[in-house]
């Protein structure tokens, strides 16, 4: 069947899953625009939001690499 926002799906709770999974998906997408990582162990500070959504993914359990919010 075909639901709201494109989503084909075979019954309503797979519907109401893959829509609740893209709408995470596009906030985390568009959150990581307004972030930068601070890595103080490689002396960097990482401003696109392709690298930081990477390292977010990759340095989670890294000690002294901080997630800072643009200001």
Known sequence: M??????IACDVYSAVF????????IINRTYSDSLEIVDL??????K????????IRER???PFVFVVGKN
């Open 48 to 55: 696109q939001p392709a690298k930081v959504r990477q390292s």
């Open 2 to 7: 075909h639901y709201v926002k494109d989503i």
């Open 41 to 46: 162990q490689k002396y960097k500070v990482l």
């Open 60 to 62: 989670a359990s890294i």
């Open 18 to 25: 893959l829509a609740s999974y893209m709408r995470h998906a």
